[in-house]
Nanobody, 127 residues
Framework: QVELVESGGGSVQAGGSLRLSCELS??????????MGWFRQASGKEREGVASIYFGDGNTYYSDSVKGRFTISRDSAKTTLYLQMDSLKPEDTAMYYC??????????????????WGRGAQVTVSS
């Protein structure tokens, strides 16, 4: 059974940085056929795709709102996905979720593509 566990959330002032981590279990992490991503949901708003990465070709996808400030990566030796968040803004405040779609031939920021979700990590950015 695929499981995802996020960590690394917290509170920071605007302009600061945080790094989120997501541990994946229940699947062969060495496979190239996985897509993993980060989504966020602010209070009263819909879930938004932030960044994703396809293991097969290493291609990454970012929303326009975070492009140039956030970086998604994975540690191929460990079962860990990361989201490095720099130059944080108050509007980045949200619950951040790790998501995965295993054994797939494509990747995107479409939440409907993902089948497995973590419980979330809160990120709060103060002005």
């Amino acid at each position: 059974q695929v499981e995802l566990v996020e960590s690394g959330g917290g509170s920071v002032q605007a302009g600061g940085s945080l790094r989120l981590s997501c541990e994946l279990s229940g699947v062969d992490y060495r496979s190239y056929s996985h897509c993993m991503g980060w989504f966020r949901q602010a209070s009263g708003k819909e879930r938004e795709g932030v960044a994703s990465i396809y293991f097969g070709d290493g291609n990454t996808y970012y929303s326009d709102s975070v492009k140039g400030r956030f970086t998604i990566s994975r540690d191929s030796a460990k079962t860990t996905l990361y989201l490095q968040m720099d130059s944080l803004k108050p509007e980045d405040t949200a619950m951040y979720y790790c998501a995965a779609r295993v054994w797939t031939d494509r990747c995107s920021l479409d939440a409907g593509h993902f089948r497995n979700w973590g419980r979330g990590a809160q990120v709060t950015v103060s002005s």
